[in-house]
T-cell receptor, first 111, second 112 residues
Framework: EDQVTQSPEALRLQEGESSSLNCSYT??????LFWYRQDPGKGPEFLFT???AGEEKEKERLKATLTKKESFLHITAPKPEDSATYLC????????????FGTGTKLQVIP | EAQVTQNPRYLITVTGKKLTVTCSQN?????MSWYRQDPGLGLRQIYY???????DKGDVPEGYKVSRKEKRNFPLILESPSPNQTSLYFC???????????FGNGTRLTVT
């Protein structure tokens, strides 16, 4: 069975304090790994897709990396507006649209 | 503006009273899907559709029905809701099977 585990469940950072969120996965046939951001009362918003080990993607203060067993979302010098829940999802070869989500990391950035 | 629109945003109903949650997308996407989000369990796929008249079960399809008669619409039907279907529901669409999902803003359903 495909499994996606995110850690930590919650993270509180001071503004400017860099850190990383982890997404570890156990799947058969990875097609892609996705990172989403979810704000309270809203649907998840797409951030990145990673397809193969060694791949990296960047957007503003966020950088996502991928290995064969896990992905990291690095947040450099975060700002309060980066506060949100970050979701990791893996798409596998188990059929069309077979996507397994992690339970997310709730990030709070304090001014 | 490209978007996925769900209605209603909030719904309170009683056990056994049939309901429909509507979902519409304006991006001409082939793929649409429904998820429920529960604390500690994350997002779980209920049903998905690869094209008009083509639907298939996701991980938690029991108690739900869907239809895809038009490309833009993908309603979720609960024929006899039960309290364990109290949840936050999201509709999503994508260009293709390996593409990122575009989500609606959710429907919070309470079944008493």
């Amino acid at each position: 069975e495909d499994q996606v585990t995110q850690s930590p469940e919650a993270l509180r950072l001071q503004e400017g304090e860099s850190s990383s969120l982890n997404c570890s996965y156990t799947v058969s046939g990875l097609r892609g790994l996705f990172w989403y951001r979810q704000d309270p009362g809203k649907g998840p918003e797409f951030l990145f897709t990673l397809y193969s080990a060694g791949e990296e993607k960047e957007k503003e203060r966020l950088k996502a990396t991928l290995t064969k067993k896990e992905s990291f979302l690095h947040i450099t010098a975060p700002k309060p507006e980066d506060s949100a829940t970050y979701l990791c999802a893996v798409q596998t070869s188990g059929g069309y649209q077979k996507v397994t989500f992690g339970t997310g990391t709730k990030l709070q950035v304090i001014p | 503006e490209a978007q996925v629109t769900q209605n209603p945003r909030y719904l309170i109903t009683v056990t056994g009273k049939k309901l429909t949650v509507t979902c519409s997308q304006n991006m001409n996407h082939e793929y649409m899907s429904w998820y429920r989000q529960d604390p500690g369990l994350g997002l779980r796929q209920i049903y998905y559709s690869m094209n008009v008249e083509v639907t298939d079960k996701g991980d938690v399809p029991e108690g739900y029905k869907v239809s895809r008669k038009e490309k833009r619409n993908f309603p979720l039907i609960l024929e006899s809701p039960s309290p364990n279907q109290t949840s936050l529901y999201f509709c999503a669409s994508s260009v293709g099977p390996n593409s990122p999902l575009h989500f609606g803003n959710g429907t919070r359903l309470t079944v008493t």
